[in-house]
């Protein structure tokens, strides 16, 4: 079991009958009316032959590649590779594990980094969602870590099958990397939009000194809410997912949901929060209904380069 005090606490959580966030505790009841609204729109839209049509878009993954630059970056980071993925979920839509395989087969990165929500049902057996995982991962070639975070989604049991993986979980610490005189700090959270707890916002300012020329640092949250926070501490970037890009979103990719309490500007892609740069992922997955509309889910080659850049 991972960290026994962190897993107890964790457990509780997860059976008391409200959400914990950076803002304080929400009552479980608002989530359970929005599950039981999806469960009803899931059923009628499965009756439409749009349900086919949004299983396909879920299945349609796209790959992003892109350039971040970052001011303090030490020399030796420039160029290194990081495989962001978050929302997999591929318990709920299975085969999609296939499509991963297919997009990432042959993939050399220096990192992989998951930022949360392995699993989909609660009730589903959370092996399903990890095996399904090592499956689409097979072809990938990691130089470095395999880090990886919990989402909303994961129980504290998700950590376990995770490390069983060889991911180092994450949860309220960090890792450095070092390359020559250089140094990349990473810091992953346990989830904070459902189980916010202060060792996750001790744990961003537990690093918070002046960063020097020679280190960068780098938050990895399931969700962007803790965006605030982090800025303040000076992380340069903020990897994300959770909003799934809105899933079912308008014409022109607007999402009608986000499920963000706080830090909404950090819903989808990339945005800023004041020197610090964040990007939210799409997603790999979906959540129930299993579709998607207006919106691809990807994953995302992020390279890092020193120095700066205008905002995209
Ligand atoms: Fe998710």
Not at 116 to 125: I, K, L, S
Not at 133 to 151: D, N, T
Not at 157 to 169: E, I, K, Q, S, T
Request: aromatic share 6%; proline share 4%; charged share 20%.
């Amino acid at each position: 079991m991972y960290e026994d005090e962190w897993a107890t606490e964790r457990r509780r959580l997860e059976t008391s009958g409200h959400l914990s966030g950076p803002d304080g505790l929400r009552s479980r009841g608002r989530k359970l009316l929005f599950t039981r609204l999806l469960d009803v729109f899931g059923a009628g839209l499965r009756a439409t032959p749009l349900y086919a049509r949004g299983q396909a878009n879920a299945l349609d993954l796209r790959r992003v590649a892109f350039d971040v630059h970052l001011p303090g970056l030490p020399p030796s980071f420039d160029g290194y590779r990081i495989l962001h993925l978050s929302d997999t979920h591929l318990d709920v839509l299975p085969e999609l594990a296939s499509v991963v395989h297919g997009l990432l087969d042959g993939a050399e990165v220096d990192l992989l980094a998951l930022t949360g929500d392995v699993h989909g049902h609660h009730a589903a057996p959370v092996a399903r969602s990890a095996g399904l995982l090592g499956e689409a991962l097979r072809g990938v070639k990691v130089a470095g870590p395999r880090l990886a975070i919990l989402g909303n989604h994961d129980s504290q049991g998700v950590a376990d099958r995770l490390m069983g993986m060889g991911f180092d979980v994450l949860v309220n610490r960090s890792v450095a990397i070092h390359r020559g005189a250089g140094r990349l700090v990473l810091t992953g959270l346990d989830d904070v939009n459902s189980f916010y707890t202060e060792a996750a916002r001790q744990a961003l300012h537990a690093h918070a000194r002046p960063v020097g020329a020679d280190e960068c640092r780098i938050a990895l949250v399931h969700s962007a809410e803790m965006a605030d926070h982090a800025a303040r501490a000076g992380y340069a970037l903020y990897l994300a997912g959770h909003t799934h890009g809105g899933q079912i979103c308008l014409p022109g990719g607007r999402p009608l949901v986000t499920t963000l309490n706080r830090c909404r500007h950090g819903a989808v892609g990339l945005w800023r929060e004041g020197a610090m740069i964040g990007y939210t992922s799409a997603g790999v997955g979906v959540s129930h209904p299993p579709v998607r509309f207006n919106c691809r889910g990807e994953v995302a080659f992020i390279t890092l380069r020193r120095g700066e850049a205008p905002f995209r």
